[in-house]
């Protein structure tokens, strides 16, 4: 009984596969769709035309910059997690802003020219080779040297604010050649919008 | 009162938590006129040896008996601090019969052992507290060289007052186990918001000057760091970003006031409090003229006074114990170095010829002594400059990277700050550069201060 039981079966699994096979090779032919169902309102006695809608309209909004902007729609926490405002890294007891940071400097002052409301505290850090205070005032340098670039890019001091961490917020927490040099940093940090 | 049974011993209130700043002056003890002397002395010159065995309990209550234990012990810790005595091992004490009282001392087993003084004290539990007498015994001629009664609750500051006693009146000397140290921590993990990355934050704690008894005394949720303990005791000076730039703020630590010394927009930065021996004022350095400066201002804010003038970095200011003169850090010679100018501003000079020197900090009399971290390899070590020789000696060697130092009110010890066990973490050290203790360690502790 079992055994018929089970040829049964796998006579019905292979039927079944050729079926399968079949129509693989014959897909059915495409129908034109049937006709949209008659909706209710057209099926309803007319109505008076409505008299056209002018907000339908296309209009042309004017583009609000500081609304479709992805930068300026962020809150300043997001905004400050993504750092628009690019830091710029400093040489071991340099607070002099080389090439590539002036470079840096330009595109932070970009930024700031567009949005004119920005206010900018400028952090100043230091790497953990120098002493814990007199890197408060070595912070401070790296700060103000920043500013100095960006109110000569004629940006107004006042929207620029500096405060010095010193080496009390690494950046990178290690101790090697490379965490200090991240470290040595001016950060920018955006506080009104 | 059992008082009055004793000749020459009085009770000192112990109950108050705070003695080293609140206490009175206790009346001087005099002397027993009945001795001959009442300093132990060592034979040849050489350290009097002490044995201080466990503290009698006069009850045989849990409370009692570990008040008994712990006094004992804290006490050998503290006068062992000092090395101003020897002791006798403690492993040997346990072949000596205990002593159930002042009464039934074995001072020959003492002698066997070599002891020249021996320390015994009662414990006994009253209605608040406990009442404990001390006595010194000369073990040779077995007379009293020093007794005094407490009344109190805590058990360390017994052992500790005692201590300081016992250094005053046999060793004419200043003890420091009452007094305490300050410093900077992130041990409790919190974070600023609002900033562009994850930042702990740090907040100032007190300890006792063995590290115990640890308690936060600040909530700025921001960076409090460089804490220094005011001339009595009561307040503590630090830098704080609270208002978002860096300003000087005074917590006054027994009432909970805070007390905002450098405020508004135009003040600039302002780092590094440092009190005047007087307590009256503040040295700080600030860049509220264009570049970081030294200044001066009266402990309310009012009264300030440039004091140097110069446009490179000048921070981090320390008085001299006569409050005449300020050290700080210059990088005008093209580095960090220690300069010395007067508290009018008059009579400047550059104290080192480091490769890079910071944290002058200036001894108490009758030291004329500022201590230093100076670049020593790829980290810091920790300087001692003698003023009146100009000879400069290390007290650290290369054990991680050490900085921030500050003397004990006695002039014999240093707190400082090292990465040697991995983390920044405080230690004291003595004066030779001996006895090295590490006070804290859970998160990063630095910037520590000893109050005065």
Known sequence: MKAVRSIATLIAAMALMTAVACSKKNPPIARPAPPPPVTATTATPPRPPAPPEPVREPTVVPPEPLRDDAISSKSL????????????????????????????????????????????????????????????????????????????????????????????????????????AKNRRAHFVITAK | ???????????????????????????????????????????????????????????????????????????????????????????????VPKATSFADVPFDRWRELNADGLIVGTVQKVSVGFKVELRLFNVRTRQSAFARGYDGANARLFAHTMSDELHKSQRALNGVARSKLTFDSDRDGERMSGTVQERSIKEIYICDYDGENQKRVTVGKTLNIAPRWSPDGRSIAYTSYRRGGANLFISNIFQGTLDEVTKGDKVGENWLPAWSPDGTKLAFSSTRDGNPEIYVVNRDGSGLRRITNHPNIDITPTWSP???????????????????????????????????????????????????????????????????????????????????????????????????????????????GKNVRQITRAGNNEKPDWSK
């Open chain 2, 322 to 432: 006569s409050g005449t003169q300020i050290a700080f850090t210059s990088d005008r010679s093209g580095s960090p170095q220690i300069y010395v100018v007067g508290a009018d501003g008059l009579n400047l000079s550059k104290k080192t010829s480091e490769v890079y020197a910071d944290r002058p900090t200036w001894s108490p009399a009758p030291f004329n002594e500022i201590a230093f971290a100076a670049k020593s390899g790829p980290g810091f070590d920790i300087r001692v400059l003698d003023l009146s020789t100009g000879a400069t000696k290390a007290i650290t060697f290369g054990e991680g990277t050490n900085e921030s130092p500050a003397f004990s009110p006695n002039g014999r010890h240093i707190v400082f700050t090292s990465t040697r066990s991995g983390k920044a973490q405080v230690f004291t050290v003595s004066r030779d």
């Open chain 2, 1 to 95: 009162m059992t008082k009055s049974f004793m000749p020459g011993v009085i009770a000192i209130a112990l109950l108050a938590a705070w003695p080293h700043a609140q206490q009175p002056t206790p009346p001087q003890t005099p002397q027993q006129p009945s001795e001959l002397s009442t300093t132990i002395t060592g034979e040849g010159g050489i350290a009097p040896r002490l044995a201080i065995p466990e503290f009698i309990a006069l009850s045989t209550d849990a409370e009692t008996v570990a008040t008994a234990k712990t006094i004992g012990q804290v006490l050998w810790d503290d006068l062992n601090f000092e090395r101003e005595f020897a002791f006798i091992p403690r492993d040997v004490y346990s072949s």
């Open chain 1, 77 to 180: 926490d997001d905004l400050n997690k993504t750092s628009p405002l690019k830091p710029v890294f400093f040489e071991l007891d340099s607070s002099d802003l080389s090439p590539a940071n002036q470079k840096t400097m330009e595109e932070n002052a970009v930024l700031l020219k567009r949005y004119l409301t920005w206010a900018v505290t400028i952090e100043g850090h230091c790497d953990e080779r120098g002493t814990a205070e007199y890197n408060l005032a070595l912070g401070e340098r790296r700060a103000v040297s920043a500013r100095a670039y960006l109110v000569a890019q004629g940006l107004s001091a006042d929207r620029l604010r500096t405060v010095s961490y010193g080496k009390e917020f690494p950046f990178d927490p290690g101790h090697d050649d490379a965490a200090f």
